[in-house]
């Protein structure tokens, strides 16, 4: 009955609705279907899928502790696993947004209306959501730059805002607005290239939080091996689960502050 309650509680605290989540469907667009099916199936948060999988096989070979525990890592894993996509996406659709740049001003300097050079830069931007971002800022300028959703994506949502304000101030002055979404271009390709350098950067040290982190897992394979059996005083004495509690506990803390500041580098 206890083991029943804690597995119940675990899975009802990680079952919370998630507002980002939210947030995040308005993001998306018919091109993306594959990336929100990624990100949930059936509805269900990849997190919390991860956590009710983690969380019942767990239950099933040892205690409602260990089940518990599981649950939170396989969130937790689950969703770092989800921002590594998100920030690999982010830069497919800078990527594609400075192509798309790049075309539009070639286009408007070989002397095509803005409309159709705009259809042939979301053609030549090879990557249709931000082909389609591009579009929407120079079709929507008077709207003002759009609201980033989450605070990775103010690059993006900076650059998008340039551009609409670009062509006002070229229907406005009637200066060349093929130079100024050049230096928008220009802009957007250093800021690429920083964040390319940074996340080279900090992938070092991303890598010894982890390599840090799985010791503890090295630590209880070599007890096992020499017979003393780690494991079994972990899960089954009290002083056991209090110190198995106490270092996954800390085990998050440090990969949390380690993430911490690498985001605070990168951004």
Do not use: N, Y
Not at 113 to 133: K, N, W
Not at 216 to 239: C, E, H, I, N, Y
């Amino acid at each position: 009955m206890t083991s029943g309650a804690l597995l119940v509680g675990a899975l009802a605290m990680l079952t919370w609705p998630d507002r980002r989540a939210e947030r995040r469907t308005r993001l998306g667009s018919s091109s993306g279907w594959w990336l929100r099916l990624r990100a949930s199936v059936d509805g269900v948060p990849v997190p919390v899928l991860a956590a009710a999988i983690a969380a019942t096989t767990a239950a099933a070979v040892s205690t409602a502790l260990v089940a518990f525990l599981s649950a939170v890592l396989a969130a937790v894993a689950a969703r770092a696993w989800q921002s590594r996509r998100r920030a690999d996406h982010l830069d497919s659709q800078l990527r594609g947004l400075t192509d798309g740049l790049g075309a539009l001003a070639a286009e408007l300097r070989s002397g095509r209306p803005l409309s159709a050079a705009t259809d042939a830069a979301v053609a030549a931007s090879g990557d249709e959501e931000g082909g389609r971002a591009l579009a929407r800022a120079v079709r929507a300028a008077a709207g003002g730059p759009p609201e980033p959703s989450r605070p990775d994506e103010a690059v993006l949502a900076e650059a998008l805002g340039r551009i609409s304000a670009a062509v006002v101030l070229s229907t406005r002055t009637g200066c060349s607005l093929a130079g100024v979404l050049s230096a928008v271009e220009d802009d957007l390709r250093a800021r690429r290239r920083q964040r390319a350098e940074l996340r080279a950067a900090t992938a070092g040290p991303a890598a010894s939080a982890l390599v840090l982190a799985g010791l503890p897992l090295l630590g209880l394979a070599m007890g096992s091996g020499v017979g003393a059996d780690p494991w079994q005083v972990l899960t089954t004495t009290r002083t056991g689960q209090v110190l198995l509690v106490t270092g996954v506990g800390l085990e998050l803390a440090g990969l949390a502050w380690s993430r911490r500041l690498v985001r605070r580098a990168v951004r």
